[in-house]
């Protein structure tokens, strides 16, 4: 066993706290086409065609629930319901920007 270790985490891991909120699958895509402002349920559809209803909606769910982003009901007829990233959501861009990135790389790397 080497004698030089990796430095433990402080507890309770905020890298794991961190990671937890984009694991989710699309949670990422979500993050990433509300960055430009506010977007409505069906405009995150179109934004991510893969993704059914069902997932969307549990991704938002959840991602209100960790204060990732915020739900809004206009009161239009009829009602619609705004996205938008709080500014807690908004401080991931540049996280997954700087994985958007190396994502490039890698799949440059792949191909060449």
Not at 11 to 34: D, F, H, Q
Request: charged fraction near 25%; hydrophobic fraction near 40%.
């Amino acid at each position: 066993m080497r004698k030089n270790q990796s430095v433990a985490p402080p507890e309770p891991c905020m890298l794991s706290e961190c990671m937890a909120v984009i694991s989710g699958a699309w949670a990422p895509n979500v993050i990433w086409s509300l960055r430009a402002g506010p977007r409505r349920f069906s405009e995150l559809r179109a934004d991510i065609p893969p993704i059914s209803a069902k997932v969307l909606s549990t991704r938002l769910s959840e991602l209100e629930q960790k204060a990732v982003l915020t739900r809004h009901v206009r009161r239009t007829s009829p009602p619609s319901t705004e996205y938008r990233l709080t500014p807690l959501g908004a401080e991931l861009l540049p996280a997954l920007d700087a994985i958007v990135q190396v994502g490039h790389r890698l799949k440059a790397k792949r191909s060449g």
